[in-house]
């Protein structure tokens, strides 16, 4: 058997197993995606998803906890497309460095997320930066996991950022950890407007 024959016989039998595969997946509902870890690329990957959605005609939401002080290049760009913004804008908590400010702030822009999760209309919901919510104890956590739980069937959700709690890794249907190899800013680059922010 030539090389050409070998790699047929071959890729028919992994197209067997992925058609099997498509097959048996055939439940239809909105999905929550944890995107967390240590390495760059969390945030991109959320309004990646954003896009598809609004490229598909769709009504996506966006909320950012902690950012939102500098100018976001995905913000101009997807207000533009009708896509609203719910926006802390405190900056990290290293910078505000102010626990209570902080809290009411992360309590404000969650009553505007609360609204996403709860409206059927909105095919997906990116919640930018919202594990630290968490992990600092700035939200109540079962309030947020619930609003997660019961939003409309038909309704994605992302979560974004480092150090995810087990409860929203649990109740994801995907979990994706991204890797820290290595990073520019380590190098001592700065900071690329439209690759960074
Ligand atoms: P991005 O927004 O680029 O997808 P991210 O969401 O994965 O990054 P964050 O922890 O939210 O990462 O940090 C955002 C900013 O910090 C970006 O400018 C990003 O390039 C930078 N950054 C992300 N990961 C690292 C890292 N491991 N070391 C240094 N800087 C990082
Ligand atoms: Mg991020």
């Known amino acids: 058997m030539d090389k050409n024959e070998k790699h047929k016989i071959k890729a028919q039998k992994q197209k067997q197993k992925v058609d099997a595969n498509v097959a048996k997946a055939q439940i239809e509902r909105g999905i929550m995606l944890v995107i967390t870890g240590k390495g760059k690329g969390k945030s991109t990957a959320g309004f990646g998803t954003v896009c598809r959605a609004v490229g598909h005609g769709y009504k996506a939401a966006v909320v950012q906890f902690i950012k939102g002080k500098w100018d976001c290049g995905e913000r101009d760009l997807l207000e533009q497309h009708g896509v609203p913004f719910a926006v802390m804008g405190t900056g990290f908590t290293w910078e505000t460095q102010n626990r209570e400010t902080d809290i009411a702030a992360a309590e404000n822009v969650w009553q505007q997320a609360k609204k996403f999760l709860a409206d059927p209309d909105i095919h997906l919901v990116l919640l930018d930066e919202m594990t ?37 890794k649990d109740m994801a249907d995907t979990v994706s950890e991204i890797k820290d190899v290595k990073h520019a800013f380590r190098e001592g680059i700065k900071a690329r407007k439209g690759v960074d922010w």
Do not use: F, H, W
């Not at 700035?138 to 992302?158: C, F, G, H, M």
């Open 132 to 168: 630290y919510m968490l992990g600092y104890d700035y939200l109540n956590k079962d309030e947020v996991l619930s609003a997660i739980a019961n939003r409309p069937e038909n309704q994605s959700v992302v979560v974004t950022g480092r150090g995810a709690i087990t409860e929203l």
